[in-house]
């Protein structure tokens, strides 16, 4: 959570956005792959 602010604070607006979307997608599917390990 805190490396995303960072990379947002660091890059421009472009980029941040891009790279926020890339890192929603990993989340959710490290969010998929945690609920059926569990």
């Known amino acids: 959570m805190t490396d995303v ?3 947002r604070r660091q ?3 472009d980029t ?3 790279f ?3 890192a929603r997608s ?3 599917a490290h969010r998929q792959t ?3 390990r569990r």
């Open 16 to 18: 941040a956005t891009a």
């Open 11 to 13: 890059r421009p607006p």
């Open 20 to 22: 926020s979307v890339r």
């Open 5 to 7: 602010s960072v990379a």
């Open 34 to 36: 945690a609920q059926t």
């Open 26 to 28: 990993k989340q959710v």
